[in-house]
């Protein structure tokens, strides 16, 4: 079959890699001039004799846990180098800074007695080991953290964390999500060699080993089908030029919102449904600083703290070596944000000067050592998983004939991340093999 793909994130490039090896022919259709989709790399533009970085940097944190078995494979099948190591995770409370990895240092962790403190780590267990997310997802995880770990664990660390990230929607949140989150969890967190931007290049070169074409700066305006194919209008981004191709089928791995803009011919009521389902956009402000920020060494910082304007901050640079960044140390201001949020139509100082007050009590003395800052927003990222998620999670098969959709609002219950990316690529490359 002839089958293009609309998106070059890692959805789109493992679905190409799955199809050119059942023998199909592959068109890869991507509007950015690189592939990765939200885990893109970027270097930055470095004043004349000072060194550039030798790796790339997403503009928004990645990483990988050591059971992302569909990611892990795929590098493995491609002979991709990659790097494993134990970075410490921690959570902000109270104007200091804790470590909260490990079983040890829940039971340990001083700001809550210890009865709270076991109740907390029998909870923590019980989701981990427990194999079954199916029952959990009839529950929102703000009540049944309460009922089970008690008030003042949930809020002390919980519920700040739950705020910071969801914002309005925290206590609607299916405890089949939490649950992801604490099964998933790894002592070691892996990264690809060189940076995602690396790693995604890597399997586009193989993708055109197996025959595959890729076409970048390319924008997909328009899909219609009919009985016998599938019409896809594009344009080259540089000379505005149209053209149309027909295809056997055709993977969008585009979210929802911009699924809907391309298809004209959607009935309403699927796209009225596809459209209710809610997510959040994401804003990273990226610090390169001459000294480390987090001190302690401290990799993912969880601020734990509802008037926080900062989510986490992620030192990246305490998870890979600074010597990839020119010994910059890169740091990583993250949020999940509604796409129309003040801070998204913010330009970087005014940012900064909003995060200023937090990082200030962190680190007093940080702003002497800014080499430079990027910021990098995106208009969706994150889902919003309500109970019973599983009831409206939308098929890859959509009412127009050979036209499929692939996005991270079908990865369920798993939390969104490349791993998830590239097993949902490999699930409709199947699907479609399979029509």
Request: include cysteine.
């Amino acid at each position: 079959m002839k089958i293009a793909i609309v998106g070059a994130g890692f959805t789109g490039l493992s679905a190409a890699f799955e199809l050119l090896d059942r023998n199909n022919e592959v068109f890869v259709f991507e509007k950015d001039s690189q592939p990765g989709g939200l885990a893109i790399g970027f270097k930055p533009p470095q004043p004349e004799g000072i060194k550039k970085w030798d790796w790339s940097l997403e503009k928004h944190y990645h990483h990988w846990f050591s059971n992302d078995s569909s990611v892990l494979d795929l590098a493995n099948k491609i002979n991709y180098k990659i790097i494993k190591k134990g970075p410490k995770t921690s959570i902000y409370v109270e104007g200091k800074i804790y470590q909260l990895d490990s079983p040890l240092h829940v039971l340990t962790f001083p700001k809550l007695s210890l009865n709270d403190r076991v109740r907390m780590a029998m909870v923590l267990g019980f989701l981990k080991f427990d194999p079954f997310w199916k029952p959990l997802e009839k529950f929102k995880t703000e009540e049944f953290l309460l009922k089970t770990m008690g008030g003042n664990a949930y809020r002390k660390i919980w519920e700040p964390q739950l705020k910071n990230k969801f914002g309005v929607f925290a206590k609607d949140i299916s405890l089949a999500w939490f649950w992801a989150r604490i099964k998933k969890r790894t002592p070691n967190l892996i990264y690809p060699d060189g940076g995602f931007l690396k790693f995604a290049q890597a399997l586009v070169k193989e993708c055109e080993k197996k025959g595959g074409k890729f076409f970048f700066d390319t924008e997909v305006e328009e899909i219609k089908s009919d009985d016998n194919n599938v019409k896809v209008k594009f344009k080259e981004i540089e000379n505005l030029k149209f053209k149309i191709e027909n295809f056997d089928a055709v993977v969008v791995t585009l979210p929802s919102f911009f699924f809907t803009k391309i298809t004209p011919d959607l009935p309403k009521e699927y796209k009225d449904r596809l459209l209710s389902l809610k997510g959040l956009g994401a804003i990273n402000l990226v610090l390169r600083l001459k000294e480390q920020f987090l001190k302690d060494g401290t990799y993912w910082l969880s601020i734990c703290d509802t008037k926080s304007p900062i989510m986490a901050i992620v030192e990246h640079t305490n998870f890979m070596d600074k010597k990839y960044y020119n010994n910059e140390h890169i740091v990583y201001l993250g949020n999940y944000l509604p796409f129309d949020h003040e801070y998204m139509k913010m330009e970087k100082d005014q940012l900064l000067k909003i995060y200023d007050p937090i990082l200030k009590k962190i680190n007093p003395n940080y702003q002497l050592s800014i080499i430079n800052s990027q910021l990098f927003k995106v208009p969706f990222a994150q889902p919003i998983i309500p109970v019973n998620y599983s009831k409206i999670v939308p098929p890859f098969e959509t009412p127009l004939s050979n036209v499929y959709l692939a996005n991270i609002q079908q990865v369920y219950p798993w939390d969104r991340g490349t791993n998830y990316a590239v097993e949902l690529g490999q699930k409709v490359a199947a699907k479609v093999s399979d029509a």
